[in-house]
């Protein structure tokens, strides 16, 4: 007689089962209730489905829709009844793979015309014919079994169904899995697993959003298939939330925004690099400036290293073996024009992907005391990396791109409180720009990485108390979380993570101790017993990349930039030709207190003038009459109202330069008058 299994529950309560029960039949010996609501469980912490017999003594939580771990189930089933509902619709079409991604899944279709002997490709037009099957087969809630098949079985079902692609599927698992086969009713798939009981636990809030080409293994030499995106949410409300987000994300698109804003664009013969017009340059170098001055706040030293840098120095940083293929070589014109030239002349040089070794060698340069330490060094560098032409997008993915970058030269007793100083500087510059939704990140040590392990011991474990402090400090405002092997190959990181408007998080700064790159350039400072000690090394960005950052800004603020951060911050315009003298003297004025201004003579309708302005998204708008320019007073007109209030031309301008008055710039006068 088998053994009964002894299983634990949440609350620690634990009792024997049958050998062999299903997880369903535990559920169910527990409660009815219990039994209808769940749809998988949890053995030792890892998702499986209730139809699989337990054969052990383990840990178990039972999974229910309402769960986080639901989520994932609920969008890998979602897909398995998209595959269906294509066979059932359009016969002969061959699925191939289907995967959950961030917010929804996608799956790939072969869908072969014998009469053209070409790939017939999915269209828009077809998803809600598929929407409507896939309704049917939900509602049909047929159960998920699961069984095992040998590998020349498997092979001769789907080569017999014409499903040429599972077939090379079959035969690219490794020879230590099981051929796993997951049916819902008649049809059947490849598939590792876990799923839900059954399809009608899916529910209804699902919609497919697009079509795409994709070729069969991403290789462009291989058949080109149909991929068909989707999306899956637990409840109605939560699809619902997510489309709205995504219609306002599509409205606050920076590369529409950056078009509307006249701010930059993107052409062929520069691909991933920014063409900044006026606009958008001034708006880029407001960034800067702010954060000049915040560094100027925290003593930190503003450095520039060359761009171009001989490949040796990046063997050395290990940069060259690690990050060659996201690097730019490149070698002098003579090396291509006289190749029979000295072969000095022909080194190969790199543009630089990132400013740490250039760091590393200003700290080097002149014998560092103790005494020097903390140095903190920073730098506005423009970096380049290599991008796929897939996967640039506007901003937010360039190849070259400025990095607020900065490193900080500090013993290992300095450590924890420079790690403190930077988390400081990181959340009041967020805060600044409106983010008050951040999440604290602290990723360990990765499978493939440099350096002791007693130091990532040491590293992680004063990185474990900051980020406790940091909690700490926030009074649980900020929330913290563990990313496991997400580490940099050097060191551990924190990665800050901001939530925007619409509720998109954002990654952008990071802080990054690394007792590497000292070490491989041989960097020291003298300590105070007089021997030569290794500096800590931590790298630190705020923005990140601050071309990024400014599309993040674009975004979140949908282009209503506050009056401080605006590019352009008043447009005076004109009703009347009677006026314009008038405006002259306000634009005069209104400059020489350091606003940004234009004026708008045109003659054009004020309404005219006031919707073009708008669409470019002017913060204010100055309306002038006649009886304005007779009276010395001004209508201020706010983006996104209708409503003009009239103030006197002094006051106006008094309000307007307190208004665009940096926010840090405010805390120091407040300081001065203390």
């Known amino acids: 007689m088998t053994a009964p299994v002894r299983l634990t529950f949440p609350d620690g309560a634990s009792r024997e089962f049958p050998a062999g029960l299903t997880g369903m039949g535990v559920a169910e010996s527990i409660a009815k209730s219990l039994a209808k609501k769940a749809i998988a469980m949890k053995l030792d912490g890892t998702l499986t489905d209730l139809s699989q017999p337990i054969e052990r003594d383990a840990a178990i939580t039972f999974v229910t829709r309402d769960d986080a771990d639901a989520l994932e189930l609920i969008r890998h089933d979602c897909a398995h009844v998209l595959a269906e509902a294509v066979?059932?619709?359009?016969?002969?079409?061959?699925?191939?793979?289907?995967?959950?991604?961030?917010?929804?899944?996608?799956?790939d279709f072969y869908r072969f015309d014998p009469e053209t002997g070409k790939n017939n490709p999915f269209t828009l037009e077809d998803l809600p014919k598929i929407e409507a099957r896939m309704r049917e087969i939900i509602g049909r809630n047929k159960p998920f079994t699961r069984d095992v098949w040998t590998r020349d079985h498997a092979k001769q079902v789907f080569a017999a169904k014409g499903e040429a692609f599972k077939v090379e599927l079959v035969d690219a698992i490794p020879a230590?899995?099981?051929?796993?086969?997951?049916?819902?009713?008649?049809?059947?798939?490849?598939?590792?697993?876990?799923?839900?009981?059954?399809?009608?636990?899916?529910?209804?809030?699902?919609?497919?959003?697009?079509?795409?080409?994709?070729?069969?293994?991403?290789?462009?030499?291989?058949?080109?298939?149909?991929?068909?995106?989707?999306?899956?949410?637990?409840?109605?409300?939560?699809?619902?939330?997510?489309?709205?987000?995504?219609?306002?994300?599509?409205?606050?698109?920076?590369?529409?925004?950056?078009?509307?804003?006249?701010?930059?664009?993107?052409?062929?013969?520069?691909?991933?690099?920014?063409?900044?017009?006026?606009?958008?340059?001034?708006?880029?170098?407001?960034?800067?400036?702010?954060m000049r001055r915040r560094l100027a706040e925290t003593d930190y030293l503003e450095v520039n290293a060359p761009q171009v840098l001989d490949k040796v120095l990046w063997e050395t940083s290990g940069h060259w073996g690690w990050y060659q293929d996201s690097m730019f070589a490149v070698k002098s014109a003579s090396a291509f024009v006289n190749p029979d030239d000295d072969e000095r002349d022909h080194k190969i040089f790199a543009l630089k992907p990132m400013n740490c070794p250039g760091h590393v060698q200003i700290f080097k340069h002149g014998l560092k005391s103790y005494r020097d330490l903390p140095m903190r060094l920073s730098e506005f560098g423009i970096v380049h990396r290599y991008e796929a032409s897939g996967a640039l997008h506007g901003l937010m993915?360039?190849?070259?791109?400025?990095?607020?970058?900065?490193?900080?030269?500090?013993?290992?007793?300095?450590?924890?409180?420079?790690?403190?100083?930077?988390n400081d500087l990181i959340l009041s510059t967020y805060a600044d720009f409106g983010f008050d939704e951040i999440v604290v990140k602290l990723s360990t040590r990765p499978e493939k990485r440099?350096?002791?392990?007693?130091?990532?011991?040491?590293a992680e474990s004063v990185m474990a108390r900051v980020l406790e402090e940091i909690a700490e400090k926030s009074g649980g405002k900020i929330k913290t979380a563990i990313n496991p092997g997400e580490g940099a190959f050097y060191g551990p990181k924190f990665e800050y993570v901001l939530r925007d408007a619409i509720g998109r998080d954002w990654q952008c700064g990071t802080t990054q101790v690394d007792f590497n790159l000292p070490e491989r350039f041989g960097a020291f400072y003298v300590d105070y017993d007089g021997e030569k000690k290794q500096p800590v090394m931590i790298h630190r960005a705020i923005?990140?990349?601050?071309?990024?950052?400014?599309?993040?800004?674009?975004?979140?603020?949908?282009?209503?930039?506050?009056?401080?951060?605006?590019?352009?911050?008043?447009?005076?315009?004109?009703?009347?030709?009677?006026?314009?003298?008038?405006?002259?003297?306000?634009?005069?004025?209104?400059?020489?207190?350091?606003?940004?201004?234009?004026?708008?003579?045109?003659?054009?309708?004020?309404?005219?003038?006031?919707?073009?302005?708008?669409?470019?998204?002017?913060?204010?708008?100055i309306v002038l009459g006649k009886r304005e320019a007779e009276e010395g007073t001004v209508n201020i007109?706010?983006?996104?109202?209708?409503?003009?209030?009239?103030?006197?031309?002094?006051?106006?301008?008094?309000?307007?330069?307190?208004?665009?008055?940096?926010?840090d710039v405010k805390r120091m006068n407040e300081i001065e008058w203390e």
């Open 543 to 621: 923005c990140g990349s601050m071309e990024r950052f400014t599309g993040i800004l674009i975004e979140n603020f949908a282009g209503h930039f506050p009056l401080w951060f605006a590019p352009l911050q008043v447009v005076v315009a004109t009703i009347t030709s009677d006026a314009d003298d008038y405006a002259r003297t306000v634009l005069a004025r209104l400059k020489k207190a350091g606003l940004k201004a234009e004026i708008d003579l045109r003659n054009e309708k004020i309404n005219y003038k006031v919707r073009e302005h708008s669409v470019a998204k002017v913060p204010v708008i």
């Open 87 to 107: 066979q059932e619709l359009f016969p002969g079409t061959q699925v191939t793979i289907g995967p959950v991604i961030e917010n929804g899944f996608y799956y």
């Open 637 to 663: 007109r706010r983006l996104g109202s209708q409503a003009q209030t009239p103030m006197p031309l002094a006051d106006a301008i008094a309000a307007l330069v307190e208004e665009a008055t940096p926010p």
């Open 176 to 290: 230590d899995q099981s051929v796993k086969i997951y049916a819902q009713g008649d049809w059947f798939d490849l598939c590792r697993g876990p799923h839900m009981a059954s399809t009608g636990q899916i529910g209804l809030a699902f919609k497919l959003m697009k079509v795409a080409g994709a070729y069969w293994r991403g290789d462009s030499t291989k058949p080109q298939l149909t991929r068909i995106y989707g999306t899956a949410w637990t409840n109605q409300k939560d699809l619902d939330a997510y489309l709205h987000m995504l219609e306002e994300a599509e409205k606050r698109d920076h590369r529409k925004l950056g078009r509307e804003m006249d701010l930059f664009h993107f052409q062929e013969e520069g691909p991933g690099t920014v063409f900044w017009h006026p606009k958008g340059w001034t708006m880029f170098q407001n960034l800067v400036s702010y």
């Open 397 to 422: 993915r360039v190849r070259g791109f400025t990095q607020d970058d900065a490193h900080i030269f500090c013993t290992d007793d300095q450590m924890a409180e420079e790690c403190m100083k930077i």
């Open 450 to 458: 440099v350096g002791s392990d007693d130091l990532w011991d040491r």
